[in-house]
Nanobody, 115 residues
Framework: QVQPVESGGGLVRAGGSLRLSCAAS????????IAWYRQAPGKQRELVAT???????NYADSVKARLTISRDNAENTVYLRMNILKPEEKAVYYC?????????WGQGTKVTVSS
């Protein structure tokens, strides 16, 4: 399996913004809903946002109105724009298919939010 490749993480102050990118293989990207997940230190991985291949989006209640998921079908890339970041959102962010079906995880991209 080809793993997704996430990028765009980094250190940001609380209230700041980041844009994450996820490059996925065309065969996965074109037929599936893609999601961003995150895993905070010591916690289980959780779902953040999803986007269908037709562009329909859904968000976890905790991120609504602050995070925006989008996709570029021509580039097989999914983005996550994150605004007004909170310290508790420090985590490694991953993309993968939704619902998760056992597809390989990428390395993720680490987001650190300082208070």
């Amino acid at each position: 399996q080809v793993q997704p490749v996430e990028s765009g993480g980094g250190l940001v102050r609380a209230g700041g913004s980041l844009r994450l990118s996820c490059a996925a293989s065309r065969n996965i990207f074109s037929i599936n809903t893609i999601a961003w997940y995150r895993q905070a230190p010591g916690k289980q991985r959780e779902l953040v946002a999803t986007i269908s291949r037709f562009g329909r989006t859904n968000y976890a209640d905790s991120v609504k109105a602050r995070l925006t998921i989008s996709r570029d079908n021509a580039e097989n890339t999914v983005y996550l724009r994150m605004n007004i970041l909170k310290p508790e959102e420090k985590a490694v962010y991953y993309c993968n298919v939704f619902p998760y079906d056992g597809h390989s995880w990428g390395q993720g991209t680490k987001v650190t939010v300082s208070s």
